[in-house]
């Protein structure tokens, strides 16, 4: 049945077409900037959403937040929470959180030091970001080991490559190079491997600072311009349930003072960090990025911030994370409608739990992929090259992800629907029967009118065979090695190229900034 | 970043909840009655659905139909249709178009013959079916080759043995029985081993004839009862450009004659046997469709029909069919949109290129799957085993598959939102920078909170190298295996068992019945 046997064109009408056998046009600018043509997928019914928006008010008034940081406390207060110092709580007056949702922007634009690669956040947009944060790298020919500069490097180098990724991550942590100066050197390879928007850890106050300057010295911007747009983005993670440690509240306060984005992302993992129940565990991401968003707003209101879900569970036997589960997904399309009521962009991931970049990759991915895609997420982070629940880093993973976002990119391009397209002339022109190879209407939009897969095989089955049974993820091993080797970085100005290894020696010679504990 | 480091429970508490590690009860029997709870999405306009809709009418009234059996040209001539017997062609007038779709029901049931595996066709109710039609079977032990009965029949358990899939398919070609018993055998084996809604191909009226009266034997009801309600299923695939064959047309008559039901398929592959625009591939999909709903309603009015959609692209290069395109995809949501103006069920397909169960496997037919997910299909053909094009069944990939339905049933049960769930009291009771693993919340829901996967591992990256590095395709091998090492037929009335024997013993003596050429 669906026709098998239907599926070949005549060997007379394929040996005519030769010049159709030359490559398309590139299609991956198109991708820069993509608009989910889809209505977001509701998960709630409004009942529901006000019950949970209702309880995480509630959460932060009658319970509240513990915030380490004493200077973070004191712009609470002064701006109307209840404080208790002994310890270090504060109830957020419901008030003072409208107020502050109201002040932060619905869109923003993240700037990118060369204006080609700017980033929507807000509206219909969606932006793919890679892997960020895991300590490990992995690729099918070396084993599994501590990330080191180098490989930092390569994906910065493989997110500069496709299109289709939106900005720079914190790909894998680079060991190798000494904590006092590891964010100097993951600034500076971001700032001299791309012109995409690189992203900062917020790490301590020092080390932000620094970042900072670097990032203001590629914009070519004073400071005072600098600040008026974000140039750069991070994420602040709350540690789930109800506490914002130092670094996280440092980090909220000089990013909005220096007016760049945050994404402040509770880390609920239902059954660990968050209640067992999905609407518990939204309850409590509701109401942690809510004071995250308050604090950041309360520092200088009109900053830019992103509502951050990153809710899934943990594994029922093992207590361990779990990602691409069904329960992720649903919370994935509740989350966008908690952060659309809120009036914020928002952001969600493609995570998984497998070990190997294999079927339970893509398809754990994929799930979670989609409940972002489907609940019209703006950012969507670790959507390439994430493994091992975070872990690691996988290079063949990350080439497999670009391919998959690459047709996800594809699907959002419209359907053109006009006279010329829906062709009953041609169609009339073509027999009962017969095949439309080569008819004009045929001929004249063969070459564009398909994406062509850079990885996914499309050759027979004798054909694969002869050519080594190799799977998406061994071709993948060999896509990402022949990117790598041919990669030239984006240009820069000598002057400030200059400026920021000179930047960089010089902190380096004063020490440097360890990061806050 | 996302808290990699706060990954795991304290060890005290995961050693405390021993009696969690019991299986949770099984959750399977949810998921055979499934619906959709999101919107279907649009990827049409009003005015552009308008535009297809009406220009397929068009097609269908002045450029018509080829339509090769004389019984199904006389029918459609007087009910209205102007043929031209010279050239077998027919053309549809708008109004017998019109009052065909608005005689076909816009939902039906496809009884079982035990009453436990009833399939709802229309509204909300999402079916998922397996892999159908291919030549070959293949799996990891054993290379690719013809189609056997056995292993027809391996398929037939392994649909029987997961609740998600909901009716049961011709998944591999027997081709080692001959071609004129060889409906007989799939017939008998389909009601032997399963009690779900078999299929039946259109290969000529004797072979149809010897299916029906089977599938009655088995309903154990006589010929007036049984023709009030469908009872199985077949594929129509119109000859795409504007042609129904021989086979096809009997089976349109034979099966609205008998009040089964008729999922009738267009092959519309874009640049193939479609136009090369996606517009225009949508546009003779719809015509095709809608002639061979109008020859079923002009047959028997009332026929339960399916709306099936498969059209998909063929591969810029080769000429070559191509699935899980991002063409595909927009086309299965605009598919949605046109059965749904016409108000009537419709059918998608869960299907890849790919060669392998690999990756690249997952990723197409999951972008697949979400196309007809997305867009709301009642029916989702190919959803599992599905290999090459379809040129092939996998083991291996079937068993992936099965997975990610489950994992897409689960995400599809709704979000409890209620006091206890939201949990204010639990998220009170643990302190700031806690967890829950302990909590009495946490505990009296822990066991069947999440769901639990059978195939997708969440062991640690440790655990996972000792254990053999086993990809998720490697695992799916032994789980087949052990499926159909443990599997048990459902229980049929011995009498009904040797009536259904008796009856292919006597037509094998009779000398069976060649298919229709």
Known sequence: MDAPTARKPPRERRRKRPEDL?????????????????????????DHLEAIHGAAIKLLADIGMRVLLPEARTLLAEAGARVDESEQHVFFDPDLVAASVAAAPARF??????????????GRSVAFFPVAGPPHSIDLD????????????????????????????????????????????????????????PFIYSRGRAQVADCLEMIRIASGLDHDRFVQEPWCWTV??????????????????????????????????????????????????????????????VAKPGTPVVYGAFTSNVDMRSGAPAFGTPEAFKAAIASGQLARHLGLPWRSSGVNTSNAPDAQGAYETMINMFGALQGGANMIIHAAGWLESGLS???????????????????????????????????AGVAPGGHFFGAPHTLERFRSAFYEPFLFERSNFEQWVESGELTATDRANRVWKE???????????????????????????????????
Do not use: W
């Open 109 to 122: 634009d993240i700037r990118s030091r060369t204006g080609e690669r700017d980033v929507a956040m807000g």
């Open 393 to 427: 880093a996988s290079y063949e993973k990350f080439v497999l992800d670009v391919e998959m976002l690459q047709i996800v990119a594809e699907a959002f391009q419209p359907i053109e629907v006009s006279e010329t397209e829906i062709a009953l002339d041609a169609i």
């Open 236 to 297: 602040i993670n709350t540690n789930s349930p109800r506490q914002l440690d130092l670094p996280m509240c440092e980090g909220i306060i000089d990013f909005a003072r220096n007016g760049q984005a945050l994404v402040i992302t509770p880390f609920t993992l239902a059954g660990a960090m968050a209640p067992v129940s999905m609407a518990g565990a939204l309850t409590l991401q509701h109401a942690e990025a809510l004071a995250g968003i308050t604090l950041a707003q």
């Open 142 to 197: 070396r084993s599994r080991r501590a990330g080191n500069l180098s490989e930092f490097e390569d994906f910065i180098k493989l997110t500069q490559a496709y299109d289709v990724l939106h900005g720079l991550t914190p790909a894998v942590e680079p060991q190798d190079v000494p904590l006092e100066v590891r964010h100097l050197h993951m600034t500076l390879s971001q700032l001299l491997l791309s012109d995409k928007v």
């Open 483 to 517: 990117v790598l080797a041919g990669f030239e970085p984006p240009p820069i100005d000598s002057e400030v190229r200059s400026a920021l290894t000179d930047y960089l020696e010089r902190r380096r010679d004063e020490g440097g900034a360890l990061p806050r504990t």
């Open 22 to 46: 030359n490559p398309s046009p590139p299609r991956s600018e198109r991708y820069r900037h993509l608009v989910n043509p889809f209505e977001p997928a509701r998960a709630l019914s409004e």
